[in-house]
């Protein structure tokens, strides 16, 4: 399906970004320090405002100081229809290369809305509150903020319109509308009055998910929401709330949210997560739907982890394996102090490398013991770059010095994790059949026919024997599940424990497991 793309060339620290922007949900984005997390959210700003380039970058008198002479920013619609901004020197602004503006109209949301820091989100109705008809707020509104604040307060929160309404559609304009919560009563003559205190003496952080919360109940289905730092003066567990608050609502009014941020909370528990990577030379590689820990090296991996030994992976499905293999060298070899370990996907077999190496620079304690391990098949990788010698690319000599710098802390897990299952699955049926019985003993599974089916399902064999692999295991597990109702998560995981009992059952295979671990979990290093 096309995308909007939003393409940044030489604008302040940044020399090339390319960003796609991400279809209905809530996205998390966050980035190491100076990867133009702010110079992209003015950006996207730009959709629907016009004086967001000349407001944000501002030109400097002098032509070697804060110059944007060769700066271009180029929006790309779904459509195929384009437009580029660059800084004119004579009219001091930034203006469209072509007469083709209608390209930002055709990015296809029905509203676009951008709640900075500041502005919308610490606003507070500044006119005196004279009284008047106190009446209670939204049911939905009264709700969210008892919810989101965890504070039943907040269900008894009631409004009063200070200004002109015109319709019921101008009754809900937060300009003209104060909020209050009851304080108490008092006595006029034979009267009992209520008190009530206004939305001037809410909490800070009160205000900002007062604001926000009233922004989401009126904003039009199909709209693009953006939040910059989310996480500005609330608590962690209000941070989370509020996010998956945003993500009901998100889902409801199939909006698009794009949340920027550096709190370790919110991007722990983003299900769709964005991280701005930029080199030495600004080019700013742009990973979707990556790893929380990949993007908690720019905010704080140390705080959260404080075991004996992390283990860094590419992906679930090698977390899955290597958690097996771990938890059956354990057993063979009963210590009488277990160590503690954690083990965290990353993301692709360069960028575990990479994170390797950082965190052992400065992102963990090097009292703990830190190692790669990677799918089988990267071995093959290695061997290839190996032998190529002189013949390496740039790209390819920065890899290989990784795997040189990295020889004593990377390790291979036994197989390539999905395509080694497939292969199990089908080599030792019998076996195969056993074990994952063993472990649904509610349900009978016939592993050979599921077999036979998935294969009927996907009689095309795949370019790459892995992504086969990834799709026709994926397909089994969806067939359990539907037999078991077991959550497909913990089928998978299963199928990786089974195949461990049975390969490691081998003493040849044990022996190489003690290989494997004996090394690392002898010594911290």
């Known amino acids: 399906m096309p995308e ?41 700003l730009r959709l629907n405002k016009t004086q967001a380039f000349n407001d944000n970058f501002i030109q400097s008198r002098s032509s070697n100081v804060d110059s944007y002479q060769d700066s271009k920013i180029t929006y790309l619609s779904r459509l195929g229809t384009s437009v580029s901004y660059t800084y004119r020197n004579g009219s001091k602004s930034w203006r469209p290369l072509t007469q083709t503006a209608r390209a930002l109209n055709e990015f296809g949301y029905s509203n676009i809305i951008f709640i900075p820091t500041l502005g919308k989100r610490i606003y507070i109705q500044n006119q ?14 009264r709700e969210a903020m008892s919810s989101v604040l965890e504070n039943p307060k907040f269900s008894e929160l009631r409004k009063i319109n200070i200004g002109e309404t015109r319709g019921r559609i101008g009754r809900d304009r937060r300009e003209i509308t104060a909020f209050v919560l009851l304080k108490g009563f008092k006595r006029t003559g034979n009267k009992r009055i209520r008190t009530y205190y206004s939305e001037s003496s809410f909490s800070l952080g009160e205000i900002f998910t007062l604001n926000l919360l009233f922004e989401l109940s009126t904003i039009p289905n199909d709209s693009l929401l953006v939040i910059d730092e989310l996480e500005v003066a609330l608590h962690p567990k209000v941070q989370v709330n509020l996010l998956k608050y945003i993500s009901a609502k998100a889902l409801e009014k199939n909006l698009t949210v794009i949340v920027s941020t550096h709190s370790s909370s919110l991007i722990k528990c983003a299900t769709n997560l964005i991280f701005l990577d930029s080199d030495n030379a600004g080019n700013v590689l742009v990973h979707y739907n990556c790893y929380p820990a990949l993007a908690l090296q720019e905010v704080s991996v140390e705080e959260d982890l404080q075991p004996d030994f ?35 996907p990353i993301g692709g077999y ?18 703990i013991g830190q190692f790669a391990f990677l799918d089988g098949d990267v071995l093959q990788t290695k061997n290839q770059l190996q032998q190529k010698g002189n013949q390496r690319t740039n ?27 497939w292969e199990w699955l089908n080599n030792h049926i019998a076996n195969a059949n056993n074990l994952i019985n063993l472990r649904f003993p509610d349900t009978v599974i016939v592993l050979n026919t599921l077999i036979t089916n998935c294969n009927a399902n996907f009689p095309n064999q795949a370019n790459n024997p892995r992504d086969e692999a990834k799709r026709k295991l994926f397909w089994i597990c969806n067939e359990i599940n539907a037999q078991t109702n077991e959550d497909k998560k913990r089928i998978k995981q299963h199928l990786f424990s089974s195949y461990c009992e049975d390969h490691f059952s081998v003493q040849n295979n044990k022996n190489q497991l003690n290989q494997l671990f004996g090394p690392i979990f002898r010594h911290q290093i």
């Open 128 to 141: 005196i509150i004279r009284g008047g008809q106190v009446r209670a707020a939204s049911d939905e509104l």
């Open 395 to 421: 790209a390819e000599n920065e890899l290989w010095q990784l795997f040189q710098d990295l020889n004593d802390r990377t390790k291979y897990l036994s197989i390539t994790p999905e395509l080694g299952v």
């Open 4 to 44: 909007n793309i939003i393409r940044i060339e030489n604008v302040k620290g940044i020399k090339k970004m390319e960003f796609k922007l991400p279809t209905s949900g809530v996205h998390v984005i966050t980035a190491s320090n100076g990867s133009g997390k702010t110079t992209l959210m003015t950006c996207i």
């Open 350 to 367: 360069p960028e575990v490398l990479r994170f390797t190496r950082n965190a052992n620079n400065y992102l963990i304690n090097k009292k």
């Open 310 to 344: 992390v283990f860094f992976v590419e992906d679930e499905s090698a977390a899955s394996l290597l958690r097996e293999m771990i938890l059956i060298y354990l057993t063979i070899n009963p210590a009488r102090h277990k160590p503690l370990w954690k083990i965290l």
